[in-house]
């Protein structure tokens, strides 16, 4: 049996790859710059979005070895961030309590650090489970 570090999951990719014109999918596994040149040009007009549907498998296993296992799930922080990002709800999830009640009470400051958190969000998860 092969121990697989799994920490993204290929179905998410997927659904977010329907919006892969803004760069979601690309987001969540960790590609953060071209993530936001895809935010930036609809997904290299369409061209880059349509590729990424045969590249996803690869872009999955990327993030499996770039990024930890541990208490937290890498899709969990995503959902929360995506939803919840202006309440700062990622943060308490991570344990990020002082930044938490800070975007809680600035609406993750002024939407500013919202953004901010979509390039990082990989990072904070795998230094959380990192004990960092």
């Not at 092969?2 to 760069?23: A, E, K, P, Q």
């Amino acid at each position: 049996m092969v121990d697989r570090n799994d920490t993204h999951s290929l179905t998410i990719g997927y659904v977010l790859w329907l919006f892969g014109f803004l760069g979601a999918h690309r987001f969540y596994y960790g590609k953060k710059w071209t993530g936001l040149l895809w935010l930036l040009t609809g997904g290299l007009l369409g061209i880059g979005w349509i590729i990424d549907l045969f590249l996803m498998p690869k872009l999955e296993a990327d993030a499996d070895q770039r990024y930890a296992m541990g208490r937290n799930d890498y899709t969990v922080a995503w959902v929360l961030l995506t939803f919840g990002g202006p309440l700062g709800l990622h943060r308490f999830y991570l344990g990020r309590w002082k930044s938490g009640l800070l975007w809680l009470l600035t609406g993750g400051l002024f939407g500013i650090g919202w953004v901010v958190d979509f390039m990082n969000m990989n990072e904070m998860v795998h230094e959380a489970n990192l004990g960092g």
